[in-house]
């Protein structure tokens, strides 16, 4: 089956950087899109930033500037490098991936990596 295993969280103070890493094992297609999502404690799963096959990336506005998504060549590796790190970006990341099927897609998690950022 599918897998997405994440990398690269930890603890770090705040304007240190992070490189988070998710590879997709086992899989034999491309995903349309590839993605991270953040969970802070007593909060709902949000969008951190997203990239698509074509190389399209979208980011949430809080992290605009310092926050990069980028693929490997095969699209089934994704990285979140996060740069200028504050206390508010503390949260479980969790990589996201996604194959559309003539207008329907299948969805895949990681099981989610933490990041902790210091004052």
């Known amino acids: 089956q599918v897998q997405l295993v994440e990398s690269g969280g930890g603890l770090v103070q705040a304007g240190q950087s992070l490189r988070l890493s998710c590879a997709a094992l086992?899989?034999?297609?491309?995903?349309?899109?590839m993605g991270w999502y953040l969970q802070a404690p007593g909060k709902q799963r949000e969008l951190v930033a997203t990239?698509?096959?074509?190389?399209?990336?979208h980011y949430s506005d809080s992290v605009k500037g310092r926050f990069t998504i980028s693929r490997d060549t095969a699209q089934n590796t994704v990285y979140l490098q996060m740069n200028s790190l504050k206390p508010e970006d503390t949260a479980v990341y969790y990589c996201?991936?996604?194959?559309?099927?003539?207008?329907?897609?299948?969805?895949?998690w990681g099981q989610g990596t933490q990041v902790t950022v210091s004052s």
């Open positions: 990239i698509t096959s074509d190389g399209t990336t």
């Open positions: 086992k899989v034999r297609f491309s995903f349309n899109a």
């Open positions: 996201n991936a996604r194959r559309n099927l003539y207008g329907n897609y299948v969805e895949y």
